[in-house]
């Protein structure tokens, strides 16, 4: 199963930790961010998918509710508070669900399981996108890389292009994380694709795609991890 990117906001660093040791309880679930505060989440969402969020209401500047709001769609969320007064409200930005301080771990697995059925994380071999006006099933596994152009995307496969009404956001949560990495607001590639790359750039298929700086220390460090150069032994 694919893993869930997961962040936690609390302002409290007591209540973070306990949220982080809940999280490494459920190997569906990886921790990619802990944040005191909504606006430092905000800033770090622009660059980075997340797929659930754990997230406190009253907190100072922007609270829990007014975020939700901003990033409606953008992940799965569940509240964390020790106020019951907000369930109403969480409704109305379709929370997955609401947990109240302090949280039982049985009742914290309850709300993965909702989170997991929301987010439907089984891999998908296939996609179907509609393009010039026919539904058009893609192999995932023959996707080079996604290009976005404004609110389209081009999917590069290696016989041809299809260019579909789908912004590059919305792309990278339908491919699976362990097989596609973004390297730029305009660029995700298939890394089996890749056949070269440095801190600058990837190359695939003949093409050279610059990384994007916001997202270079992540990709550097994905790549090296999926690539570990093999001459070890230094020369004399």
């Not at 907190?59 to 569940?78: Q, R, S």
């Not at 969480?90 to 302090?102: G, I, M, R, T, W």
């Not at 058009?136 to 976005?148: K, L, R, Y």
Request: glycine letters at 6%; aromatic letters at 6%.
């Amino acid at each position: 199963m694919q893993s869930i990117r997961t962040i936690i906001i609390d302002d409290e660093p007591l209540a973070r930790r306990g949220m982080q040791q809940l999280v490494s309880s459920r190997p569906e679930l990886q921790l990619v961010g802990t944040f005191p505060s909504a606006a430092e989440a905000e800033k770090f969402m622009k660059t980075n998918r997340v797929d659930f969020i754990l997230l406190d209401i009253e907190m100072p500047g922007l609270n829990g509710m007014d975020f939700a709001l901003n990033t409606a769609g953008e992940a799965a969320i569940v509240f964390t508070t020790a106020y019951t007064e907000y369930v109403s409200e969480s409704y109305e930005v379709n929370a997955v669900d609401y947990l109240v301080k302090p949280i039982e771990s049985a009742r914290f697995a309850r709300a993965v399981e909702r989170v997991v059925r929301a987010l439907d994380r089984i891999p998908a071999e296939r996609i179907t996108v509609k393009a010039d006006r026919r539904i058009v099933n893609i192999d995932v596994a023959g996707i080079m890389m996604v290009e976005g152009v404004k609110d389209y995307v081009k999917l590069h496969l290696a016989d041809k292009n299809v260019t579909t009404r789908l912004t590059i956001k919305r792309m990278e949560r339908l491919l699976p994380a362990d097989t596609f990495l973004r390297i730029h607001k305009s660029f995700i590639v298939n890394i089996s694709k890749i056949e070269s790359y440095d801190g600058k750039s990837v190359e695939l298929a003949g093409k050279r795609l610059p990384i994007g700086q916001s997202y270079r220390q992540g990709v550097i460090l994905r790549l090296g991890q999926e690539f570990p150069c093999s001459n070890a032994v230094e020369s004399d």
